[in-house]
């Protein structure tokens, strides 16, 4: 069984640290794809999704971003706006980030830490 805590701190995912609209704003991490329904087999891609809450600049001015996309490891982190966005409107992509085992489940950030 792949550690995906573990996983997410190869360099290969700096970004989830590096990124500005990520960082300490990241909520939820959770895995996708083979892993999330359990139809991975060995040599599976890991396929990471998330959330990151909006800043207060971004909320207060409308701007900021809807996603952040890394194709080297397969890993969107949508913001906290458009990931509620997406489930109001019964979008089936983010069901999986919300939908998953509490085993798969990773965060960062204060919000992940206050919530623990």
């Known amino acids: 069984m792949v550690d995906f805590r573990r996983e997410i701190e190869k360099p290969e995912y700096d970004f989830l640290r590096e990124n500005d609209h990520l960082g300490s704003n990241v909520c939820l ?54 990931l509620v966005f997406l489930l109001t409107g019964c979008n089936p992509e983010c069901f999986g980030v919300v939908g998953v085992s509490a085993g798969t489940l990773s965060g960062s950030g204060s919000c992940w830490r206050d919530a623990c």
């Open 29 to 82: 991490l959770t895995v996708g794809g083979s892993h999330a329904y359990g139809t991975n087999v060995e040599g599976s891609d890991i396929d990471i999704r998330g959330c990151a809450l909006n800043s207060a600049m971004e909320i207060l001015t409308g701007t900021g971003f809807e996603q952040v996309i890394n194709n080297e490891t397969d890993t969107t982190i949508y913001s906290f706006n458009k």
